[in-house]
């Protein structure tokens, strides 16, 4: 109802992003760069020296709490509505490969060329093969493994026994900087295609007010 | 002439006869004064009959020779005896076998000192049965059933006749741990315990109470200090407030308490070690305690060949070999941050003085990780340690090996950061790249 009435009056653009996705989305980009900065403070000290170990963790602890609850925030919002579908699997192998191969395609040559975009943008089908993927991954998968190893470094004591079932301190913090190391990819990545719009700006402004131009995904 | 002569001569010789006995008079009474005060104890009645007959001897400086060639002192000193705890059960409380035979006539041979008091460190426990019970779990007797001939006996510390009631032992000189420990007992001396227990209550009047040796490592059961675990909760008992007080400010404090020596933070210019423990996950016992050492040692001679320090992967060997051959099952390192000798266990600083600042370990190149050492422990609790090499806590093997100990930055695994790099240039490689496939696609329309 709200993405028809959006779409009377935005002529030519699409509801793509509803209000508490993209609340989430700018609380998660802002807490993933602190969260990122305040990490590489507490992991390398003897490099930097912007903030004290201490208050570094302090922050950190803090942020990884308001993202937490920013995740769920997120996953309520999928759960209750029918726009989960932008995370559905695709069930269908070949389909798969060949979208996801078209997409490919199109990002490295198709998008100098000019030539459309393979995949036609939907509220409820918004993620190209390529970004559906991504964000399965990000969201589903290394997203909450973050959440929870961050948990076990929070309070070693408390989440002992998932510690031990894990394999250890030590384990633990390795998974959750290798998270990391796909995070900073991500990021770097996703900030990129990010101009990639008509206009650099384009998907930026969209992520903003929530509708996205059509034909332009 | 002569007459007068031999007159003068005899009267003089009756004059220094006179003074001879004179002396010999005074030296009597001189002894006599100089006994009075012990024998005036059996006077009292504090001595029975059959206790002063045997010092009427022994009170000299009497000596038998030993098989090993020495002398044995027979020697008692009666005034302390007299003093002693023990003067109300006399001589042959202890010295049984004694009076149970013609004393001097019967010769009994003596091996050595040591063996002579080895056998009457068991009288003591006909009437001490619990301390000698707990005495028989301690180090010391641990050491002695090794055959460590410096290893205390119970008149090594009470001493054989003058033993005192407990209360009268004046701590602070820490006489009888001093004698072995001495290097420690001084660091202990200067510490902030032993200045609270010397000057009394300059801080508040509790500190009165400041533990002295035996408070920590008990009198009769004395533990290896190496069993931190041992220590730490000891010092919780006093300090019994320090758990919460650390919650307040240490992140995680549980577990840096449970890891972390109290001296590590709270003697704060001693040089610290990580020891990375041998230990069965499955039966929760320390490789060593069930295992022979000299198994371990084999194994360990046969990985680390060139005997040096021990190198990630030779670690990495150790433990699985450990896992495989020894009686262990599930072999894990269990780290723990110690401070580097005995002495600066004892260092212990005021509060104001202790380690605060997180990057005193949380960093890369921290002193904290310069020196690693491996261990077993021995059935009595000691730990056999050898040297590892410090990269063990920082390649990636840790991961595996040292599952169970990491201090953020500090022990960070150098491949990882390695990974970050190619990552960030892995995210600025697609933005770059993407952009020049651009231009070249733009330049060859």
């Known amino acids: ?217 | 002439m002569s007459t007068n002569s031999s007159r003068g001569s005899r009267k003089d010789h009756q004059s220094v006869s006179g003074l001879a006995a004179l002396l010999a008079c005074g030296m009597m009474m001189a002894f006599t004064l100089a006994s009075m005060p012990a024998f005036a104890n059996i006077a009292d009645g504090a001595m029975s009959d059959g206790d002063a007959k045997c010092l009427k001897c022994h009170s000299r400086n009497l000596k038998k020779s030993m098989e090993d060639g020495g002398k044995l002192s027979l020697h008692v000193a009666v005034a302390d005896f007299a003093d002693s705890a023990h003067s109300k059960i006399g001589c042959t409380g202890c010295h049984q076998d004694i009076a149970n035979r013609k004393h001097p006539k019967t010769k009994v041979a003596i091996a050595s000192e040591r063996d002579y008091s080895l056998a009457m460190n068991q009288v003591c426990g006909n009437c001490h049965a619990a301390k000698a019970q707990q005495y028989e779990g301690s180090i010391h007797a641990n050491l002695v059933t090794d055959g460590d001939h410096a290893a205390p006996v119970c008149t090594d510390c009470h001493s054989a006749h003058a033993v005192k009631s407990q209360a009268l032992y004046e701590p602070v000189t820490g006489q009888s741990c001093k004698t072995c420990h001495e290097n420690i007992f001084e660091a202990y001396a200067q510490s902030v315990h032993g200045e609270a227990r010397t000057n009394g209550n300059v801080i508040r009047a509790s500190h009165i109470q400041a533990p002295i040796c035996a408070d920590c490592h008990q009198a009769h059961d004395v533990k290896a200090v190496a069993a931190g675990e041992l220590v730490q909760s000891t010092c919780l008992s006093c300090h019994d407030g320090a758990a919460l007080a650390h919650e307040k400010w240490l992140p995680n404090a549980g577990h840096h308490l449970e890891i972390v020596s109290c001296a590590a933070c709270h003697a704060p210019m001693a040089e610290r070690r990580i020891d990375l423990q041998l230990y069965d996950k499955l039966t929760q016992v320390p490789v060593g305690q069930q295992e022979n050492q000299a198994v371990f040692q084999q194994r360990l001679e046969d990985i680390d060949q060139s005997s040096d320090d021990l190198d990630p992967l030779e670690l990495w060997k150790l433990v699985r070999r450990t896992s495989q051959e020894g009686q262990a099952t599930d072999v894990t390192l269990r780290g723990r941050m110690e401070v580097s000798t005995g002495a600066d266990a004892h260092r212990l600083a005021i509060k104001g003085s202790a380690v605060r600042e997180c990057d005193s370990c949380h960093q890369k190149g921290s002193s904290a990780f310069q020196n690693v050492t491996v261990s077993i422990t021995r059935p009595d609790g000691r730990k056999q340690r050898y040297e590892a090499d410090r990269d063990v806590l920082t390649s990636v093997i840790s991961v595996d090996t040292v599952g169970n100990f990491y201090a953020a930055g500090g022990t960070r695994i150098k491949l990882l950061d390695g990974l970050l790099i190619l990552g960030i240039i892995a995210g600025l490689a697609v933005p770059v790249g993407h952009i020049a496939v651009g231009k070249i696609l733009k330049r060859n329309q």
């Open chain 1, 1 to 217: 109802m709200q993405a028809m009435q959006a779409n009377q009056t935005h002529v030519g653009q699409t509801y793509l992003h509803p209000l508490p996705v993209r609340i989430w989305h700018w609380i998660n980009a802002l807490g993933f760069v602190l969260l990122m900065l305040t990490g590489v403070q507490i992991r390398y000290a003897d490099l930097f020296s912007v903030m004290t170990f201490e208050s570094a963790l302090n922050v950190h602890n803090w942020i990884g709490f308001v993202i937490i609850a920013n995740y769920f925030l997120w996953l309520g919002y999928y759960l209750t509505s029918d726009r989960i579908s932008n995370y559905h699997a695709v069930l269908n192998a070949k389909d798969f490969f060949n979208n996801y191969y078209r997409q490919a395609v199109y990002y490295s040559y198709g998008i100098f060329r000019g030539e459309k975009r393979p995949h036609n943008v939907q509220p409820h089908d918004k993620f190209n093969p390529m970004q559906r993927l991504t964000y399965q991954v990000i969201m589903m998968i290394s997203g909450p493994i973050q959440i929870v190893t961050g948990l076990m470094m929070w309070d070693v004591k408390r989440f002992e026994s998932w510690i031990a079932l894990a394999g250890g301190i030590r384990v633990v913090s390795t998974i959750h900087m290798l998270v990391f190391i796909l995070f900073v990819v991500f990021i770097l990545v996703h900030a990129y295609m990010g101009v990639l719009g008509r206009k650099p700006s384009t998907h930026y402004k969209e992520m903003f007010t929530g509708y996205a131009e059509d034909g332009d995904h």
